[in-house]
């Protein structure tokens, strides 16, 4: 076993995983799938369309040449595909094929795929084996880790879903070559959250070589994506169904990030350009607060201008978005769980934020 591109394992109650993250190393998916127990079975390999035709006939002649019979089915996702139809359509296909529960499942996609082909595989024949192969920045740092997987109801995202662990979640930078800059760019914000939440050191690295590390080009950026990446991972195996407040601090810069993505009907604002706002608002609130100075507030600001990531935001009433906070999923007995900054590299949550801080802190990201 090759521990080069091991970028954390993460325990959890159905088993432990290992993330592999590394650039152009397709040639050790067939070790880590037999390492995870799936030597010997059949692969199902469900890529989303925008992977279709290459990098999926890439990735199925390299399974079928590391010993594993695979059969492929594409197909179109996106926000709006996340529904149970797309759900269905694949359960069909599976049904077709007669995939049995002793076979496995691999997602080839972004955090929509991943969500959906999870949850189908938590669901066919009472829950098939499945691995993640994450193919956006986003996906790569957040979503493909911890389980979460979902589909959306008309009246709201991920109404319905489980936590359901793969078995493997691989990592390969080889299929970033073909995503748009603004989604790169959007994927960015999750990993310098984790930094701001959790590890100082990682923020300096951010901070310093911005250059290097945002092209996604080359070994070192590899490296720091990983530690971006064990950090998720080390919060899932510490609060695996989001019991404590661990896992909560996830959401920094999410209270406010998705309330802008619903006012501008997610579709003005990718996810990681919101929660980039959304973090502005909320080191406001922490400097309001007394819990950081201005000069972290303005450092946080930089770097996210370096990734060019947004920092300010026009175009959406005051009024609205303290109305889509107050109605915000996450909140616990009616009031809002604020994840704020209590130093770099440590966050900390508040029931306690007025809403004169509140509006205060988001009038000061307005244009
Ligand atoms: N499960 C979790 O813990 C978790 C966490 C965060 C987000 N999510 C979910 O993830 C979803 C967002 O995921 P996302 O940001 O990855 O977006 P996405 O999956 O919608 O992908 C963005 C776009 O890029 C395309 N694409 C994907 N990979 C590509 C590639 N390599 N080259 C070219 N195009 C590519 C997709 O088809 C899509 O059009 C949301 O539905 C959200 O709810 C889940
Ligand atoms: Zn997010």
Redesign the pocket.
Known sequence: MNDKFLAAKVNTSQGDYRVIVGKSILDTLGSELENANLKNKRCFLIS????FPKKTKQLHESLESQGFITNSFSIE???EL?SLETVTKIYNWLADMKAERKDFIISL???????IIGFVASTYLRGMPFVQIP??L??MT??AI?G???YNLPVG??LVGAFYQPKLVFEDLD??D???ER?KT??WAEAIKHSLILDQDLFEEFYKNHDQIYKLDNEYSAEILKRSVAIKAKIVSNDEFETGDERIKLNYGHTVGHAIEKISNYSEYL?GEAVSIGMMVAANISLRMGLINKDLVNRQEEILKSYNLPVKLSGIALEDILEAVKMDKKNVGGRVKWVLLESLGKATISQEVSEDIISESILEVMN
């Open positions: 989303d369309k925008s992977m996702f996106s926000e996340k996609g972004g955090g929509v795929a991943g969500d193919t956006t986003a996906a957040d979503a911890g979460k997987v979902a995202k991920n299929f970033l073909s995503l748009p989604e959007s994927g996810h």
